[in-house]
């Protein structure tokens, strides 16, 4: 199996330069970026094994002494590959603010308490099935400084490496439904509501557990897919 | 029709998830300067079986005004000293079986990064061509909505006359790649300042 990473699948990807979300002005490339064929370079990537994991470090909620505060949710899902393909064996980082909206870090001052049962910093590998599962809890929403009442709907970021590091992906997971998405610049800086839709979890009742926790599922896909005769041709 | 799942910004909060030892200052609690986490990937990336001659890149990180960016995120990947790559799709026996060739830094408040590791070899390129020794690069921060990649290419590389990457970069803007030797310690010192935007902006790749 070679895999190729064409790059019209970037399309759904937001702009380097999305002036609603105001930091992108003076931190986007403004000159024409230089088109490269893919070498080694690109095609290879980091390999993280299951020893990069300790037990533990996939639920949130069981980091400190006692249980932090807010709603425990169970997080799961498949990182998959463009033709739907499990990435098996593959590191996914995730990070995130406590209930109440407000991230373990200096810069983060806004009046919301912080949680000493509760630091939102979680990290799996994927199994053979390309499958993750988190425990956690909810994140809150916060303000931020972006606009006059500018507030992030709920989110938990990502990151996940994939087969090479070109299928590297950092990006946040949405709730379903949340009443900010219209006003939100990063969630809108991806202009396509379909593509928008793919970092929105679902709520999955089937594996919430009774008297416990709600569960989300998000399906992670990254970029790379096999490549046909046709396109093993072109080299 | 492509169904990948779009990128979002890593945000100013990443460091206690993916960079929780870096020149960390951000750290709530007084008198710590790291997060109790273990990393991922740090800024050393010198394995104690790695051959090759030991290097620090050092740099900052700049935005369109010029001012330092202080909450930014450098990922390299980068071959071994003898230009080999730790993955599956690099097929070359690797006596350096530690070294991964992968690290993280966080920028600190002045928008400087640094890494320690072993100055890669050179490695194949397209058509057989070799390729000079580089390392990728990948930045992260606010305000930017998706990752961008560079190259560091070191200088008095006669191999970068002929690099087939560096030659597809218009000759005005191909000395933002080349890192410069710094200092007459043991330990060779090469400086790579990265300009997001604006005067000698660094070359950014599509890929």
């Known amino acids: 199996m070679t895999l190729i990473f064409p790059k019209e699948s970037l399309s759904a990807f937001p702009k380097h330069l999305t002036p609603d979300y105001r930091s992108t002005v003076k931190r986007s490339p403004s000159k024409p970026l230089i088109i490269i064929p893919h070498t080694l370079s690109e095609l290879s990537g980091p390999v993280y094994g299951h020893d990069a994991v300790q037990g533990g470090d996939a639920d949130l909620t069981k980091q400190h002494k006692g249980e932090p505060l807010g709603e425990r949710i169970i997080v799961h899902g498949h990182v998959l590959d463009e033709d739907k393909r499990p990435v098996p064996d593959t590191l996914v980082e995730i990070w995130q603010a406590n209930a109440c909206g407000r991230y373990v870090h200096n810069v983060d001052q806004h009046p919301a308490p912080l949680d000493p049962n509760f630091t939102g910093a979680g990290r799996a590998i994927t199994d053979k099935k390309g499958y993750y599962r988190f425990i956690t809890v909810k994140p809150g929403a916060y303000p931020w400084g972006n606009h006059h009442n500018a507030w992030r709907p709920n989110h938990i970021h990502f990151s996940v490496f994939g087969h090479s590091f070109l299928s590297r992906l950092v990006t946040q997971m949405y709730f379903p439904g949340d009443p900010l998405f219209p006003f939100d610049p990063i969630f809108n800086s991806v202009t396509d509501e379909k593509a928008r839709q793919r970092m929105v979890s679902s709520f999955d009742l089937e594996n919430t557990i009774p008297d416990w926790a709600l569960c989300f599922r998000f399906d992670i896909v990254l970029r790379g897919r096999e490549a046909t005769p046709q396109d093993t041709d072109k080299h | 029709m492509s169904e990948i799942t779009p990128s979002q910004t890593v945000g100013p909060f990443f460091a206690y998830g993916l960079a929780p030892h870096s020149r960390c200052e951000w750290r709530p609690e007084q008198g710590k300067d790291i997060y109790d986490w273990k990393e991922t990937a740090g800024a050393n990336l010198v394995t104690p079986d790695a051959s090759g001659t030991k290097i620090r890149i050092?740099?900052?990180?700049?935005?369109?005004?010029?001012?330092?960016?202080?909450?930014?995120?450098?990922?390299?990947?980068?071959?071994?000293?003898?230009?080999?790559?730790?993955?599956?799709?690099?097929?070359?026996?690797?006596?350096?079986?530690?070294?991964?060739?992968?690290?993280?830094?966080?920028?600190?408040?002045?928008?400087?990064?640094?890494?320690?590791?072993?100055?890669?070899?050179?490695?194949?390129?397209?058509?057989?061509?070799?390729?000079?020794?580089?390392?990728?690069?990948?930045?992260?921060?606010?305000?930017?909505?998706?990752?961008?990649?560079?190259?560091?290419?070191?200088?008095?590389?006669?191999?970068?006359?002929?690099?087939?990457?560096?030659?597809?970069?218009?000759?005005?803007?191909?000395?933002?790649?080349?890192?410069?030797?710094?200092?007459?310690?043991?330990?060779?010192?090469?400086?790579?300042?990265?300009?997001?935007?604006?005067e000698n902006e660094t070359v950014f790749f599509d890929i």
């Open chain 2, 58 to 198: 050092e740099g900052s990180v700049f935005d369109g005004d010029g001012m330092p960016i202080n909450d930014a995120m450098l990922e390299i990947w980068q071959a071994d000293a003898q230009g080999r790559y730790a993955h599956p799709r690099d097929s070359r026996t690797r006596p350096n079986t530690k070294f991964m060739g992968f690290g993280r830094s966080a920028t600190d408040k002045s928008g400087t990064y640094s890494f320690d590791t072993i100055k890669p070899g050179g490695v194949p390129g397209p058509n057989g061509k070799p390729q000079a020794p580089h390392i990728v690069f990948c930045i992260y921060s606010r305000g930017m909505l998706r990752q961008v990649y560079t190259r560091l290419y070191f200088p008095d590389e006669a191999a970068n006359d002929s690099d087939p990457i560096l030659g597809l970069i218009p000759a005005d803007r191909r000395g933002t790649l080349i890192a410069h030797r710094e200092g007459r310690s043991e330990l060779p010192v090469y400086r790579f300042d990265i300009r997001v935007q604006g």
